[in-house]
């Protein structure tokens, strides 16, 4: 087999093939159907089957804790990002709602 290595491609990726190359080396999370979208981005996760696993799989995705401002306590909610999201943020141990799409 033959890698297409002289496919390079310079800059101008198109968004819906983003990560295509090096997408097994992103984190996944098992998929959560209450859970679809990136709450940093909005977009949906992209989701796959996993044969190793026999589950549905979120591609770049991960797990993390938000700060809830509103609530009265001290609460924090598990929410599902995209891992390059969270990056992007300075890839922060917890959010803070204002990260977050309204
Ligand atoms: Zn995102």
Same mark, same amino acid.
């Given at each position: +087999?033959?890698?297409? #290595? #002289? *496919?390079?491609v310079?800059g101008?990726?198109s968004?819906s093939n983003l990560q295509?190359?090096?997408?097994s080396d992103?984190p996944? =999370?098992?998929a959560d159907?209450n859970?679809p979208? %990136? =709450?940093? %981005? $909005?977009?949906v996760?992209?989701?796959?089957?996993?044969? *190793?696993? $026999?589950e549905? +799989?979120?591609?770049?995705? +991960? *797990?993390i804790?938000? *700060?809830l401002?509103d609530?009265a =306590?001290?609460e924090?909610?598990?929410?599902?990002? &995209?891992?390059t %999201? &969270?990056?992007?943020? $300075?890839?922060?141990?917890i959010l #803070? #709602?204002?990260?977050?799409?309204?």
């Amino acid at each position: +087999m033959t890698r297409n #290595s #002289s *496919e390079m491609v310079s800059g101008n990726v198109s968004n819906s093939n983003l990560q295509e190359g090096n997408a097994s080396d992103l984190p996944k =999370v098992l998929a959560d159907e209450n859970r679809p979208k %990136c =709450v940093i %981005c $909005g977009n949906v996760f992209d989701m796959y089957y996993d044969d *190793e696993d $026999g589950e549905f +799989m979120y591609r770049n995705a +991960m *797990e993390i804790d938000v *700060e809830l401002d509103d609530a009265a =306590v001290d609460e924090t909610e598990n929410v599902l990002v &995209h891992f390059t %999201c &969270h990056k992007r943020l $300075g890839a922060p141990a917890i959010l #803070s #709602s204002d990260q977050l799409l309204p």
